[in-house]
Structures are given as structure tokens and as C-alpha cells.
């Protein structure tokens, strides 16, 4: 089956800084892979999702790119604030018996210091 | 639209004392799934449903069952519980399962077995 590394497990930065989160993947069939924001005492929340026909997505602050060669892709949060510290989760899915079940990652923390 | 509903919130069993977690979404989608989340482990995938009647496993069924007599409800029972699950436990839903897409969580339900 697929599986998903997620890195770095947590990840401190000051207010207005830059976060990366890097993901990777073993099933090269992976075709779609959403970004989840988790914050304290609720339940995860798409954020952002690509598919493998595209390289890069941009929304706002927020970005996502994807290297099929390699199989990784990347979370890229510009001008961090307070309110972007939560808990990140990167999955990967494809179509299994016509469903696609998405693989998540372990997750990471992030904290933004004010 | 309320979106998933989960409960309970919080329980608290007794080792081989029975439960059924209830989730319910009112989206009216195809595509129904829980989820244990323990920490540095992610989110791993216990039981899904792509409709009424059918369901499947996931990643880590053993200790669980469910059912989908309807669209809108999928309950999850535990008719052993051990500390093993004691857990975070989420029920998420998708509208359309054939071609990957948004997850909608519900808030969780966190149970504590002793």
C-alpha cells in the first residue's frame, strides 16, 4: 500500500517567517494530495489540494508543489501568523476499486511565535 | 447545513465494556469513513462506506464494526473495548469518492479505556 513520510514532526518560526512541510510518497499511481489544518479540539480541515497533473497551487499565503519524479510535494506557508499554528497533515491518494482513500502523513506542528 | 455530527464528545469505558460512537452528516454524501488519530501516528483509516449497504476496512479494523443502513449515518461499535483504543476518533464524509476530493471531519470523539 502507499505511505507517506511527513517532515518535520514539529516546526517553530517567528511571526512573518516562511514554513515548509515536506511530504513524501511510495505508490507512484498517487494522484491527488490535499493539505488538512488541524487545530486544537476539532477535526481536520482541507486547506489545499493538488493533483498530479499540476506542479504548483498557489492561495494566498499558502502554496503547494509537487515533483512526480521524485515523489514529494511541499506545503509553503509565506508571512506566518498566530493564527496559522495548528497541526498539518499531507496525504496521498489514488483510485482503488473506485474510490480514492487518501494515506496521511504523521503530521506537524507548527507554532508561530508572536 | 450542520455538516458531520459526532457523539459522543468524550467517554470513558472500562476494559470489555460495549459503545457505539455515532456520526451523522446531513450533506448527503456517497462516501463515509472513520478515523483513529494517536499521537505521532496521523490519522489511520478504521472502516469506510461508498453507500448504503456497503462497507469495508481500512488500515487497522480489528476491534471494530460498523454499518450504513442509510445515507446520512455510519456508526462505529466497539464491542470489546481495550486501552488499545483508547483514541481520538474521527467520521469524515466525501461527496464524490470516484474522483478524490474534499474530506469533512467531524470534531471528534476522544474515548478513554481503562
Redesign the interface.
Known amino acids: 500500500g502507499e505511505n507517506v513520510e511527513q517532515h518535520p514532526s514539529t516546526l517553530s518560526v517567528q511571526e512573518g517567517d516562511s514554513a515548509v512541510i515536506k511530504c513524501t510518497y511510495s505508490d507512484s499511481a498517487s494522484n491527488y494530495f490535499p493539505w488538512y489544518k488541524q487545530e486544537l479540539g476539532k477535526g481536520p480541515q482541507l486547506i489545499i489540494d493538488i493533483r498530479s497533473n499540476v506542479g504548483e497551487k498557489k492561495d494566498q499565503r499558502i502554496a503547494v508543489t509537487l515533483n512526480k519524479t521524485a515523489k514529494h510535494f511541499s506545503l509553503h506557508i509565506t508571512e506566518t501568523q498566530p493564527e496559522d499554528s495548528a497541526v498539518y497533515f499531507c496525504a496521498a491518494s489514488m483510485a482503488s476499486g473506485g474510490s480514492y482513500i487518501p494515506t496521511f502523513g504523521r503530521g506537524t506542528s507548527l507554532i508561530v511565535h508572536p | 447545513n450542520a455538516g458531520?455530527t459526532q457523539t459522543p464528545k468524550f467517554q470513558v469505558l472500562k476494559t470489555g465494556q460495549s459503545m457505539t460512537l455515532q456520526c451523522a452528516q446531513d450533506m448527503n454524501h456517497e462516501?463515509m469513513?472513520w478515523y483513529r488519530q494517536d499521537p505521532?501516528?496521523?490519522?489511520?483509516?478504521i472502516h469506510?462506506s461508498?453507500g448504503a449497504g456497503i462497507t469495508d476496512q481500512?488500515?487497522v479494523p480489528n476491534g471494530y464494526n460498523v454499518s450504513r443502513s442509510t445515507t446520512e449515518d455510519f456508526p462505529l461499535r466497539l464491542l470489546s473495548a481495550a486501552p488499545s483504543q483508547t483514541s481520538v476518533y474521527?467520521c469524515?464524509s466525501?461527496r464524490d469518492?470516484?474522483?478524490?476530493?474534499?474530506?469533512f471531519?467531524?470534531?471528534?470523539s476522544r474515548l478513554t479505556v481503562l
Open positions: 458531520v462516501y469513513s505521532g501516528m496521523g490519522l489511520r483509516l469506510y461508498v481500512g488500515e474521527f469524515a466525501t469518492r470516484a474522483v478524490g476530493g474534499e474530506l471531519f467531524g470534531e471528534g
